[in-house]
């Protein structure tokens, strides 16, 4: 089980490391009670952190509608005037296969 972070490449790399912590935190707190969450709270705790295109972030909020067993949590950043700066999967056993095709963050610089 594992739980995927996925935040626009516009952030900046100095904002990255809060985005991922805001964004686990939030979907923790959103899902706190349902049952794939607490399997991975208590078993897993693994994330996945991935950059992506504005494109990608439009693409994956509509996912739900195509998928139906996912679940995902959007953040907004105060520090970068209240954006949607990531998206934040429920954790769950399997994700669909071209979860896998998304580039890890890394820095830009």
Known sequence: MKMYIFIKDSVPDNFA??????????????FKDDKDMIKWQKTSFKKVVCRVSEIDFKWLKITDSTFKDL??????ESGLSGEQVAITFCPQKEFPVFFKDFKLWKPNN
């Open 71 to 76: 679940k995902y949590n959007v953040t907004t």
């Open 17 to 30: 490391p809060v985005v991922a912590a805001h964004a686990s935190l939030a979907c923790y707190l959103a």
